[in-house]
């Protein structure tokens, strides 16, 4: 692969197999740091993620940690919030956001030339270790987030997704909305801003991934220059998330809506990252609904009824265990028999597990496919950044087509048997008004 | 082969990129090559010059419904069996219609190439098309229309803003299709666009990766050189009459918040010598728009706070005319009239006093970051090669836009700015938002919930 350099090559010689060359190293002040160089395009792609994501809200104040992470470019180290992005623009930079349950991340994509670099890693340096958290600029983001929030409850997707979060995690931190709700959001405070960064963005939770035109003393400097004057640890609050308790009943909610489609979401509690049995679910998952046209799901929903358009499965894996989900959407008067194939489909799934045929199909795909998964530096910064704030080895990638061709047909069906509970099941219905409720 | 062209892509600030090669098959076929060795891979693409602008009225969607035929098999290659074979070969494949043009790829590791040439040369003439086929997939396109537009407020509102705007032109008319067309839609319409539109010499072949620009060659001509060209049918030439005054449209559709859509009628590029005005449009949107302290964010939705989201865009590249539009949604309180004047307030501003030279500057390093950028990504490489050359424009033009907004002064944005986003060219679009509850659907039995909570 000649993204990567000669002179990581040269390493790369001297190992048992062929990998994609990542340095890890710790800083002093405890940020981890994950680099790949690469010197084919003069650009530099960098992402700093913390455990700072949605399930470290504290009760009553869902958003805080959305709005926390949306506030750290409105204005920092002394300049405006237009000043920022107009510096960043000046130099062709892009800055951008990730937040999801678990992590709040920021990621910068600049030139690697010196002049263009030094300015975006400068501003990228303020966003992160002085933002302002005016409070006007607060109060103006606020509204425009709980404008979001009024106009996702418009949308039947939106009201699926979030009744389906709630069902699948209950009590659990996972069950909120990410950005939050109404009435918690319009409460927060520039001080509550304040307080939660100070206790969820020091430099010893910090993620620096790193990917392209700079050498690794360079690197170096970079994640020492955007982790020095982070929040002190001493302050830095618990990034445990308590374990996703299992459901103890099935459940069915259905929300009427005036639409010519029902929206149905499936699912619960799947697994956590890292966890024993992934492969044989991924695997797996891939014959039952993530396999796109090679998924029973489509071929059963899509191909042979055409009752939809897209029809799909999938483990989300997450610090803790992430949900696992099967949507679709149909005409409103077939909804019934679009969850009856669909529940079918999955019981026979359980019941006499994939064959061998499929089986090699899938690894075929997911094994043959897999340098697609790492063929820019986009995508080789986000494995990166989730290997580093997972803790996963850093042999992660190089293992992943070794452990998809170990799996077998009977793990595939054990694993789906011990995590998949069909009488447990969330099933959501926005669109027709179904009976049972 | 006719002819052999070697065109230069170096760009500013990039080392040693490969050079795009084109040529053409005896047949018509049109292949562009760039050779790009970051990584083990290749992107594939066939670019059939049939969109939905080609269609005609009562069968609109025809263009989008083949595409999705295109998967259901030939004599050698039966149903299903095209996503099987790329998929066992660890590729992805798919494919995309728009008003201009029907597109499939597949990407793969570098030497899975012949693959993707041998089951497209083969779906390109073998198609089988059966009725059985199309009877399913109808059904499975219509749910694609509830999915991506009946029950998307916004995208009913780009639906019916296109529509009013344009009056003669194609674009007019959607490219999902409308839902009555879909219904009486037949096998034999999908058959007789297939024979019509699906020729060698209406397509042309992208590809981009770890591959030998020779290799290449070798291998489409083996695999679609056998392809018999067609006698492509006249294109009439439907030019859009200039609009003389603003239009209005307003749509009532299940939504919590309002939505304004606003279109102006603007050139495309035709000549990529000697046009300006496009590359003066694009930088006008920029100016407005391109980044987080644009116009447009920095004014109407912080300062002003009338807009939770405003945002305007232009597309240089297109096969019919071209739109520049603005659009955004009210801050709670405020209406998409203030909307509008606060939008229509931005438009004049630039009219009148034009841009300053720091947002000129800002924009156009803009534009030569993403230049580089672009190089991150094989795939949308070659769609830019896919769309300019399935356009009309030539090869070089791709390279050349970066010099080309370069050259831009401060005088040209604003001199289309006063030309093109005149009242008399707008068309005006609303969503009203109607109360979620006022209509419900029918009481339906759902199966194995009556034992659930």
């Known amino acids: 692969m000649r993204i990567w350099t000669v002179i990581l090559g040269l390493c790369v010689s001297a190992l048992a197999h062929a990998g994609l060359p990542i340095q890890h190293w710790q800083l002093a002040n405890g940020a981890q740091v994950y680099f790949v160089e690469s010197h084919a395009l003069p650009m530099l792609d960098v992402s700093v993620d913390f455990p700072a994501g949605s399930a470290y809200d504290p009760a009553a104040k869902a958003g805080l940690a959305a709005l926390t992470h949306r506030m750290l470019d409105q204005g920092a180290g002394g300049l405006s919030d237009n000043q920022i992005a107009s510096g960043l623009a000046d130099v062709g930079a892009q800055l ?51 404008a979001a929030l009024r106009e996702s409850e418009g949308q039947p997707a ?119 049995d992934y492969y044989a679910l991924y695997v797996g998952n891939y014959i039952l609904g993530g396999g796109g046209f090679d998924s029973r799901l489509m071929n ?28 679709l959407q149909t005409r409103t008067d077939q909804t019934e028999q679009a969850l009856q194939v669909v529940r079918q489909t999955l019981a026979d799934f359980l019941a006499n597990g994939v064959t061998e045929d499929e089986l090699t199909q899938a690894k075929n795909n997911i094994i043959g496919g897999f340098p697609l998964r790492i063929d820019s530096n986009r995508e080789i910064l986000e494995y990166l950044a989730v290997i580093g704030f997972y803790h996963l080895p850093l042999t992660y990638l190089d293992d992943f087509p070794q452990h998809v061709a170990e799996v077998t047909a009977e793990q595939i069906k054990a ?4 995590h998949i509970h069909p009488d447990k099941m969330v099933t959501v219905v926005v669109g027709a008004a179904v009976a049972g409720k | 082969m006719k002819r052999w062209i070697v065109t230069g892509l ?78 066992a070969a660890g590729g992805r494949e798919n494919a995309f219609t728009t008003t201009d043009y029907t597109v499939y790829f597949e990407q793969l590791q570098k030497d899975r190439l012949e693959l993707a040439f041998k ?72 058959r007789g666009w297939y024979q ?163 947002e000129l500057k800002r924009v156009k390093a803009q534009v030569i970051a993403a230049n580089v950028y672009q190089r991150d990504s094989t795939f949308y490489q070659a769609m830019l090669l896919g769309e300019y050359v399935t356009d009309g424009l030539p090869v070089s033009a791709v390279a050349d836009h970066v010099a080309r907004v370069q050259a831009i002064s401060a005088a040209q944005v604003q001199a289309v700015a006063q030309k093109y986003l005149i009242d008399d060219a707008l068309t005006i679009a609303t969503l009203d938002p109607q109360p979620l509850t006022d209509k419900q659907p029918p009481q339906l039995p759902v199966a194995g919930s009556r034992h659930l909570n």
């Open chain 2, 10 to 87: 170096m760009c500013w600030a990039l080392p040693a990129a490969a050079a795009v090669q084109q040529f053409q098959l005896d047949n018509g076929l049109k292949v562009i090559v760039q050779e790009d060795h970051r990584a083990p891979i290749v992107v594939s693409q066939l670019w059939y010059r049939a969109g939905s602008m080609d269609e005609f009225n009562g069968t609109t969607g025809l263009a989008h419904m083949l595409e999705h035929l295109m998967f259901k098999g030939t004599k050698a290659v039966p149903d299903g069996q095209f996503s099987k074979l790329i998929a």
């Open chain 2, 196 to 358: 019509r539109w699906y020729a060698p010499n209406n397509a042309t072949l992208v590809v981009v990766g770890d591959v030998n620009a020779d290799v290449v060659k070798d291998l489409a001509a083996r695999y679609f050189g056998v392809v018999p060209a067609k006698t492509l049918p006249d294109r009439k030439i439907q030019i859009e009459p200039v609009q003389t005054g603003i239009k209005r449209v307003n749509v009532k559709a299940p939504a919590k918040v309002p939505y304004l859509l606003m279109g102006y009628h603007v050139p495309v590029l035709h000549d990529a010598e000697h046009d300006w005005e496009p590359y003066a449009l694009e930088v006008l949107a920029g100016v407005l728009d391109g980044n987080e302290a644009a116009r447009l964010g920095r004014i109407v939705v912080r300062e002003q706070g009338v807009a939770t989201q405003a945002g305007a865009s232009y597309d240089l590249v297109a096969r019919g005319p071209g739109m520049f539009m603005l659009d955004g949604t009210p801050a709670q309180g405020k209406t998409v009239a203030d909307l509008e004047t606060a939008l229509r307030a931005q438009v004049q501003s630039i009219i009148q006093n034009g841009v300053n030279p720091d």
């Open chain 1, 415 to 418: 694993a789906f048997a011990r």
């Open chain 1, 96 to 146: 951008s956001g990730r937040f999801d349950a678990d992590r709040a991340g920021v990621t910068l994509r600049t030139l690697s030339h010196a002049e263009e670099r030094h300015a975006a890693l400068s501003l990228l340096t303020k966003v992160l270790d002085q933002p302002a958290f005016a409070a006007p600029v607060v109060d103006r983001e606020k509204l425009r987030v709980i």
């Open chain 1, 300 to 327: 059963e929903v899509r191909q042979k009824r055409g009752l939809a358009y897209s029809v799909y499965s999938y483990f989300m894996p997450m610090q803790q265990a992430g949900a696992f989900q099967i949507g």
């Open chain 1, 158 to 276: 939106s009201l699926a997704a979030r009744a389906f979060q709630s069902a699948v995690f209950a009590n659990h931190p996972y069950a909120h909305r990410e950005t939050g709700e109404i009435e918690n959001v319009s409460k927060l405070t520039a001080p509550d801003l304040q307080d939660f960064y100070r206790t969820h963005y020091s430099a010893a939770g910090a993620v620096v991934a790193l990917m392209g035109d700079i050498t690794r003393q360079q690197a170096d400097t970079i994640a020492l220059q955007l982790t020095g004057a982070l929040p002190s640890a001493a302050m830095a609050a618990s990034t445990a998330i308590p374990p996703v308790p299992d459901l103890s009943a099935g459940v069915m909610r259905t929300i009427p809506f005036p639409a010519k489609q029902s929206q149905i979401l499936i699912g619960q509690p799947g697994v956590a990252r890292g966890a024993p």
């Open chain 2, 119 to 190: 089951l497209e040369a083969d779906r390109m003439q073998n198609l089988t098309l059966s009725a059985d086929d199309f009877v399913k997939e109808n059904q499975v396109v219509r749910e694609e229309r509830r999915m991506r537009t009946d029950d998307q407020p916004q995208a009913r509102v780009y639906e019916d803003m296109m529509s009013v705007a344009f009056q003669e032109h194609p674009y007019r008319r959607p490219v999902i299709g409308w839902m009555n067309d879909l219904e009486h839609m037949t096998v034999d319409d999908a």
